[in-house]
C-alpha cells in the first residue's frame, strides 16, 4: 500500500510554509490516488499538532479526506486518509 509522508519538524516554526506543504501533500496524494498521508508534527508542546489538525478541519480541506487518526502508540503522528 502505498502512502506519503509529511515531516514538519525541519519547518516547524514557518507557519505560512507549513500550510502549503500540507496542501500540497493532500493535493499530491488526490492527484496519485495515494489513499494513506502520514503527518508527523512531532511530540513537542503538541502546537503543532493542534494547528495541523486545525487546518485539517477547514471545510475546503475537509471535503477532500475521508477521516484522520492519531496513532495511539505515537502521539507525534496523524493519518489522513482518503477514499476514492
Known amino acids: 500500500m502505498a502512502k506519503l509522508k509529511l515531516d514538519l519538524h525541519d519547518i516547524y516554526n514557518k507557519g505560512d510554509q507549513i500550510d502549503r506543504e500540507l496542501e500540497n501533500i493532500i493535493d499530491e496524494?488526490?492527484?496519485?490516488?495515494?489513499?494513506?498521508?502520514?503527518?508527523?508534527?512531532?511530540?513537542?508542546?503538541g502546537q503543532l499538532k493542534k494547528r495541523v489538525l486545525k487546518f485539517l478541519d477547514q471545510k475546503h480541506i475537509k471535503q477532500k479526506y475521508h477521516r484522520i487518526d492519531k496513532d495511539s502508540k505515537n502521539h507525534g503522528r496523524l493519518f489522513v486518509y482518503f477514499k476514492f
Open 29 to 45: 496524494a488526490i492527484e496519485k490516488k495515494i489513499k494513506t498521508v502520514e503527518i508527523i508534527p512531532g511530540k513537542g508542546s
